[in-house]
Every structure is written in structure tokens, then in C-alpha cells.
């Protein structure tokens, strides 16, 4: 090899520019400055790999780098990704707070429209001494791979490769990709090649797919291709997967450049055997990038995994992984897997392009050391994915990319989208209590975050417009006034008492009204019985005591997995209307599991997620929680309660969980807004019969509703959440085990 600055000048593309406009002519002259190494073959060279190392081409020789990246996606609040609303200008905003949090790499999963890679190239011009690198994803057609089970099939083939080709020439500014539903389109000129780190070819490999693929096809367990080829111990899912990423690697080619190779994978599909696993699905079939190898691509050639702490269950339950201790001495699942993933990838490099926590109040799974899929406010978030990021480095991985870079409103997560309905409007509200929203590192708020804080001063009530806030005149004893609110995200309530509100004294209670039907009696209401039945109830006292139950007729979680499931035990009395109990608020984070589809008997795992933390929502302030559901000061009660747990399904629609439904699909009614009974429970008489007999002063149906307009447009602000400046500190502190050789 022999080092070059410049790209070798193509006139007939330059000839293509200038007829294009003179405007255009920097796109081209950008990428010509970046340094490279020309192959003896005649390729441009940036990145190549090195025994277990990313090596990059920099003052005239081969350094190491370690990736400290950030997966970003392709969708804004109120959009879906195939909608592509993000400007150039979000882009370029993006890349700054990118470029400032240490990140040197941005991963992408598909194609984006044409202003990504105008924005990155345009970036990198201005910021040539340190430019984010662009790790292009290539997605494969997922849903038909897992519909029909079988790679080898023609259609699935040809899509596959067409995706490449279209892949390869946005990333090169050479294509014009037309309009299609869910797919980026436009012309491409902005030439990203020179800033590419590399080609992650894939989605996450469903196993039953790869199974039947190899079994269909055994005979075609080897691939020989002109840059990549399988080993004799390939499977015919990975002949079929070297042979794609041939195809990359020659329309590559074609632009007179190499970057590394590597191709999708997760934990499900990894190489490594795992007997402490309850699932058989989840270690039935391996894709071992180990049987394919480079046979004439300098650039060469990586594994890459996405390895989340909590996900699959053998994370918590395998023996093998319980050998190796963190640096607090605690058994650390997440490390040892590291480890011995490492060990089997011997001299090349492996990387880790997803991993990460949520900010999210609800989760879906439980893992080590209180690294859950959820359940974490934005500063634990940090601390857990600093702590993930680092033992990658330790381990000598060539870097991690975390997930994600910001919030995603129309993710749906397994054991909350039964309860979004209708599913096509996912992306107009936030659902806090879904988790795979609130990965990102920018958070996406919905508009009244940062204006109503709770905090106890209602001066941020009083200053807002009296169109997006009602006052509710219901005359109820203790309460001087009642405000209520709402947004994309939540529902907030402000109540002034005619006295200082003491939690060792009293209890602060909320009925909320949604829909006919519900508790008309229950233990906290006495001996009276309500005109209209209560779907929940909202109680602040002391920590322990601040929640929200609903009515056990409606409760959905107990509906799905009790009556129609079959995983938890149902009191028949519990299910009709008007029960009388309120049921803490639960979500399932793990099902219920038995042979044969686990090797032993697992009952379903479920958490609280009803439970009202006190504490401050302000970002300016230093106690920040973005967790804190409520707080008091003085007379005044500050609250905000998650949309799904008052039931609804799309508050954008007006749409609640109705009673009816049969098996596995609940029901869903409009409502007509939402009508609050509150009341003060005194400790000191013991006697809810004094409380109810001034709530019978007061029926349900004469009480005032707070109503709304349906909405088919968002409103939102981001935000850098604290584990943006936590995880930045990582990044610039992080020392790889890799470097250091």
C-alpha cells in the first residue's frame, strides 16, 4: 500500500457536478480532502481491521480507534420512521450535541433521505478535525423473513440486494431513489463515502427463520464469493448472509472504496451456548460470524452484537454467567457475558452497536443488579449505560454504540401494546409506561414538560393560558380550587387547600371517572355507595401509601393475563362491575413459561407501576426526578398522572379501555372526559364514614368533566436528559483495554 490524501478525481463525475451547478462542487472537492490509503488494487482505505482492532488511517499511518457511538433513529414525535420528517437542520443540530458528547460515530439502520447525508457530510466539512464517522446499516426485509421463514426465497433475495444497492448509493451520492410508503426517497449528491466507518448489513436474525432456512436448504452450506467467503463449517443461513455481504462489498467497490464489514446479530443468535436459558427459542440456532471470512477485502471484516443487560432471561438465570465480579464486587452477568463472547471471537474485532437502559416508568424486563428494561429516571439511566460502556472498553471490545439518541413516541413495547388502541395513532401521545420510547439520550417531552413543573408553587399555573387549563368548580370540602391540564403525555392536576397538606396526618384521595361503570362502593368511600362508579383511584400520603389503583373490573392487566391467559389467579367476585376493590397497577415483565417451550415451569413476573413519587419535575432544578409523579408545599398539591393509567388507550382520540371484550383483545369506548371526586382522609378519626358522607353531598354525576379536542398534530420540545452529561463524562474518560496493548 502506499498513503494518498486524495481521492483519485473521476472528470465524469466531476463533469456530473458541474452540470449540476456550481453549488454542488463542495460535496465533491469535501470528500476528495479526506485522508486515505490507496490499496495495490487501486481502493480507497479509511478504517480496516487489524487482529481485534478498527484501525483508521491518520497522519500517513494506521492508528487505532475505539467507537463511542450513538444509534440514531429515523422518527420524530407525531411521525412514523417511514414518514422521515427530520430536516437538515435537525440533523445538523444533532450532530453538534453528538459531536459534544464524545461520540465519534452515529449509527444509522437504514437508508435516511438525502439531508442526513448532506447534513454529515456538510458537518464534517467544517469540523475536519475530529468528524463523526457513519456506521450504514442495511435493512433486510424483516418482516417477510419472519412471515415466511425461509432466506432463500427469490423475492426476499432480490429485495435484499436492491436495498443494497439503493444502500450503497445514498451513501455515495450517486442515486435517485423514487417515492415508496416507508422508504427514503429523493436524489442523493452528497457524497458520504469517505466518512463511512464501516457496513452493518441486517436486522436482529428471528431463530425459528435461521432454523428452517438451514434445514431447508443444508446443501447450500457454502458460499464462494469475489470478497467474501463461508468456512466449511457455515450453515446455509450464513452462506446466504456472506453472500450478501459480498454484495455490499462489491457495489462497494464499484465507487473505488473499502470500509469494514460486519453484519447484524443479537444475543438470541450468538455462537455461545447458554444452559442456564429457560427458553429453548432463545439458544436454538447459532449465526457464528466466525464462518465467514474476508478472502480479498483489505478493509476486512468485524462482529457486532446487540447485548442488552436484562434480555434474554439467561442474563438472571445461567449459573455459567455468575463467575465474574464488577469492580464493586458484585456478580456481574453483563461482564462475564462480554467476556466469553470475547474469548470466542479470537483476533478479530467484535464490537457491541447496541446496549443501553430506558428512562421510561414502565419495563418489560428484569435484569442484574437493577439494570431493568425501564423503570429508571434519566439520571440512573446514565449511570447504568456509563457503567455498560465501560466494561465494553475492559473488555477489549473495538467500542459500543449506545442506545439510542432520541425518544421514539411510535415504539411499542410487548406487554403495553395491547392497551394502544387504535395502533396507528401510537406516535401522537407519549406512553410513558412504554419503555422502548424513552431510550433516548435527547429526550422528546411532551409541551407542558418544563412549563407545569411539580414542584408546589403554582405561579406556572397561573401564568399559563386560560385555554389550556380549567378550573373545576366542585365545592367539595378542604379544597379552596381545583385546576386540571393536560398534554401528549399526561394529565396534571393542581388543588389549593384551605390548609397546609401533611401526609402524617391525612390522605389526599382522587376519584377519576372516565366511563359508565366502575366502583360505586369501596372500602376507602364508607358506607356510601356512588351514583357512578370510579375506573381509579389516586392516593398521595406517605411514600409507601402514594399510588394509583384501578377498579379490579377494569383492569386490564388482570383481564388479559388471569381471564384470558391463565397466568394469574382471578376471584371471579374481583371481575364484575362495581367489585369495590381498587387493584395496584401492574405490568407483566416476564410470562408465564413451561415445557415445552421452557426446559422448567416459570410463573409470570409482574411489577407495580402505580406507585406516585414525590419529588420535583423542574430540569433547572438540582433535585430534578423525572420520575416524580406529585408534590406539596404548603396548601398546594402539584400532580401528574400517566395517560394509560387512567385507562386510556389514545387520549389524542378520546378513546379509554372499555368492560367488554372476550379473550385476548379488550375492547375500547370514547369518553367524554374525565370528572375527579376528590377528598381529604383525616388519620386522626379512623373513620372513612365522616369523608363519605361529604362526598355524598356531591354526586359523581353532577360533578364537572374535564374535556378536550381530539388533536392530529403534536406539540414538543427536546431536551438533553441528565444522562446525556453522565454518559458524556464516560466517553471522555473511557480508557479501552484495546488502546492500551
Excluded at 309 to 338: C, H, M, W
Excluded at 603 to 629: H, I, N
Aim: charged content about 25%; hydrophobic content about 35%.
Amino acid at each position: 500500500m502506499k498513503p494518498r490524501k486524495n481521492s483519485r478525481v473521476r472528470w465524469a463525475s466531476l463533469t456530473l457536478v458541474m452540470v449540476a451547478g456550481i453549488s454542488c462542487l463542495w460535496w465533491f472537492w469535501d470528500s476528495s480532502r479526506v485522508e486515505s490509503m490507496e490499496t495495490a488494487s487501486g481502493y480507497q482505505m479509511k478504517f480496516r481491521t487489524a487482529g481485534d482492532r478498527i484501525e483508521m488511517y491518520q497522519d500517513q499511518k494506521w492508528q487505532p480507534f475505539f467507537v463511542k457511538g450513538v444509534n440514531l433513529g429515523a422518527s420524530l414525535p407525531g411521525h412514523y420512521p417511514g414518514e422521515l420528517p427530520i430536516t437538515k437542520e435537525d440533523y445538523l443540530r444533532w450532530f453538534a450535541m453528538i459531536d459534544e458528547m464524545g461520540a465519534n460515530v452515529i449509527r444509522v439502520y437504514t437508508i435516511h433521505p438525502p439531508a442526513f447525508y448532506e447534513a454529515l457530510v456538510e458537518y464534517n466539512r467544517k469540523n475536519a478535525g475530529s468528524p463523526l464517522y457513519l456506521l450504514q446499516g442495511i435493512w433486510s426485509p424483516e418482516e417477510q423473513l419472519i412471515e415466511k421463514k425461509d432466506a432463500y426465497l427469490p423475492e426476499i433475495r432480490e429485495e435484499f440486494r436492491q436495498e443494497i444497492r439503493d444502500a450503497v448509493g445514498a451513501v455515495y451520492g450517486d442515486i435517485t431513489l423514487p417515492e415508496k410508503s416507508g422508504k427514503a426517497s429523493g436524489t442523493y449528491r452528497a457524497n458520504a463515502g469517505p466518512y463511512l466507518l464501516g457496513w452493518h448489513t441486517g436486522t436482529e436474525w428471528d431463530p425459528v427463520m435461521v432454523e428452517n432456512t438451514n434445514k431447508r436448504h443444508a446443501k447450500a452450506a457454502s458460499y464462494l464469493g469475489t470478497h467474501f467467503q463461508t468456512t466449511a463449517k457455515a450453515t446455509a443461513f450464513e452462506a446466504w448472509l456472506a453472500e450478501m455481504v459480498d454484495t455490499v462489498a462489491q457495489e462497494e467497490g464499484k465507487h473505488g472504496w473499502q470500509h469494514p464489514m460486519t453484519f447484524t446479530n443479537w444475543v438470541t443468535t450468538d455462537p455461545l451456548s447458554h444452559p442456564g436459558e429457560p427458553i429453548y427459542q432463545e439458544d436454538m440456532v447459532s449465526v457464528d460470524p466466525t464462518h465467514i471470512r474476508a478472502a480479498s477485502w483489505d478493509a476486512g471484516y468485524f462482529a457486532s452484537y446487540h447485548v442488552y443487560p436484562y434480555y434474554p432471561d439467561f442474563f438472571r438465570f445461567d449459573p455459567a454467567l455468575q463467575q465474574v465480579k464488577n469492580d464493586e464486587g458484585e456478580i456481574d452477568t453483563y461482564k462475564s457475558y462480554l467476556r466469553q463472547l470475547k474469548a470466542y471471537h479470537k483476533d478479530m474485532p467484535i464490537m457491541v452497536t447496541e446496549y443501553g437502559v430506558p428512562a421510561s416508568w414502565g419495563m418489560a424486563h428484569l435484569g442484574n443488579l437493577g439494570r431493568d428494561q425501564g423503570g429508571h429516571t434519566e439520571k440512573e439511566q446514565g449511570e447504568i449505560d456509563a457503567a455498560l460502556m465501560r466494561e465494553i472498553a475492559e473488555e477489549g471490545y473495538a467500542g459500543g454504540i449506545v442506545f439510542a439518541w432520541q425518544d421514539e413516541w411510535f415504539k411499542k413495547t410487548w406487554n403495553t401494546m395491547r392497551f394502544e388502541l387504535p395502533e396507528d395513532r401510537r406516535s401522537l401521545w407519549i406512553n410513558v409506561l412504554t419503555n422502548e420510547s424513552l431510550f433516548g439520550l435527547l429526550g422528546m417531552y411532551p409541551n407542558k414538560d418544563g412549563v407545569l413543573n411539580m414542584d408546589g408553587d403554582r405561579s406556572d399555573w397561573d401564568n399559563l393560558p386560560a385555554e389550556e387549563k380549567k378550573r373545576l368548580d366542585l365545592g367539595v370540602p378542604g379544597f379552596q380550587e381545583v385546576w386540571m391540564a393536560h398534554d401528549e403525555g399526561y394529565v396534571y392536576i393542581m388543588a389549593q387547600l384551605d390548609h397546609a397538606f401533611d401526609p402524617q396526618k391525612e390522605k389526599l384521595n382522587f376519584g377519576v371517572d372516565t366511563t359508565p361503570g366502575g366502583n360505586r362502593h369501596a372500602s376507602e368511600l364508607g358506607k356510601v355507595t356512588l351514583d357512578e362508579g370510579l375506573e381509579t383511584l389516586v392516593t398521595l400520603g406517605k411514600d409507601e401509601e402514594s399510588e394509583i389503583r384501578i377498579a379490579a373490573g377494569y383492569d386490564p392487566h388482570t383481564r388479559l393475563y388471569g381471564k384470558a391467559y391463565g397466568m394469574l389467579p382471578v376471584k371471579e367476585e374481583e371481575l364484575r362491575d362495581d367489585s369495590g376493590v381498587f387493584k395496584p397497577w401492574k405490568l407483566a415483565v416476564g410470562l408465564e413459561m413451561e415445557p415445552p417451550d421452557s426446559k422448567e415451569y416459570h410463573p409470570l413476573e409482574e411489577v407495580a407501576v402505580g406507585k406516585l413519587a414525590r419529588g420535583t419535575t423542574d430540569p433547572a432544578s438540582a433535585d430534578y426526578d423525572s420520575l416524580a409523579a406529585w408534590q406539596a408545599k404548603g396548601n398546594i398539591v402539584e400532580l401528574r398522572l400517566p395517560w394509560m393509567l387512567l385507562g386510556f388507550t389514545d387520549p389524542s382520540s378520546l378513546t379509554v379501555m372499555g368492560y367488554a371484550g372476550e379473550g385476548k383483545t379488550l375492547q375500547t369506548v370514547k369518553t367524554q372526559g374525565i370528572r375527579l371526586l376528590p377528598w381529604i382522609a383525616q388519620r386522626a378519626d379512623g373513620k372513612p364514614e365522616s369523608l363519605a358522607q361529604a362526598i355524598s353531598l356531591y354526586p359523581v354525576t353532577k360533578l364537572p368533566r374535564y374535556t378536550w379536542q381530539p388533536w392530529e398534530e403534536v406539540r414538543y420540545h427536546e431536551r438533553k436528559k441528565q444522562s446525556y452529561a453522565i454518559l458524556q463524562k464516560a466517553y471522555r474518560e473511557i480508557r479501552p483495554a484495546l488502546l492500551q496493548k
